[in-house]
């Protein structure tokens, strides 16, 4: 969005968007949950798994930090790229043998998210 100034020039100004709490909140929770699996995936907890299962679940974390940094931003893209990270775990941990039903549990706060997506700011 463009304001003109006292001398009549145009300059950007971004639109603010509020966070809400709950968006903080469950953004707050799903960074440390990927921390704790980060680490937890190269201390020996996945061994039985290979070597290609701790690589593919971290690049899905990292995905997932790119996803609910775009939410903390609230920006459209970010709640809308969570429920397919989400979605692309469930389906890596489908084929690697490790599925657990508590990832399931994702799709909670990817739902809230998509709740809030009237809320949130396209990127420009």
């Not at 950007?12 to 921390?35: E, M």
């Not at 704790?36 to 971290?58: C, D, E, R, V």
């Not at 996803?67 to 941990?93: C, H, Q, R, Y």
Request: aromatic residues 18%.
């Amino acid at each position: 969005m463009y304001v003109k100034d006292e001398y009549g020039y145009k300059k950007r100004v971004r639109k603010k968007t509020n966070r809400p709490l709950l968006i903080t909140l469950l953004c707050l929770l799903i960074i440390a949950f990927g921390f704790w699996s980060l680490i937890s995936s190269y201390i020996g907890i996945y061994q039985g798994f290979g070597t290609l299962y701790p690589a593919a679940n971290a690049l899905m974390i990292v995905f997932s930090f790119v996803a609910v940094s775009g939410v903390w931003n609230m920006e459209k893209w970010g709640s809308v790229t969570f429920p397919i990270v989400v979605g692309l775990k469930i389906l890596f941990d489908l084929m690697f043998g490790h599925f657990n039903g508590w990832y399931l549990l994702g799709f909670i706060p990817a739902v809230i998210f998509m709740m809030m997506l009237p809320k949130m700011r396209k990127t420009e």
